[in-house]
């Protein structure tokens, strides 16, 4: 069975940092693309940053160099470090593995608010 947690979201300020985590089980996370999502109320999903099994990262324009995305394949984890966050980065994130051969998988996603 696959899963994929999220953990490490909540409130914060804006101008503050979270460190988001996705633990992962049912798959072999070391040939899996993964990629942090985001969607706020109104809006549709949109990519927020992707790292590949040998470590290429890629970010939505939005992110600015305040976010980094990362991933520790001994541990079967994603993470994604935010810092500078903002009011309009509130949204609910999802963590994915994506691999062409093995299929897609979605976590259950987690509420991320930014706010004073």
């Known amino acids: 069975q696959v899963q994929l947690v999220e953990s490490g979201g909540g409130v914060v300020q804006p101008g503050g940092s979270l460190r988001l985590s996705c633990a992962t089980s049912?798959?072999?996370?070391?040939?899996?693309?993964m990629a942090w999502y985001r969607q706020s109320p109104g809006s549709q999903r949109e990519l927020v940053a992707s790292?590949?099994?040998?470590?290429?990262?890629r970010y939505g324009d939005f992110v600015r160099g305040r976010f980094a995305i990362s991933r520790d394949n001994a541990k079967n984890t994603m993470y994604l470090q935010m810092n500078g966050l903002e009011p309009e980065d509130t949204a609910v994130y999802f963590c994915k593995a994506a691999n062409t051969f093995k299929g897609d998988y979605w976590g259950q996603g987690m509420q991320v608010t930014v706010s004073s």
């Open positions: 049912g798959i072999i996370f070391s040939i899996f693309n």
């Open positions: 790292i590949s099994p040998s470590g290429p990262t």
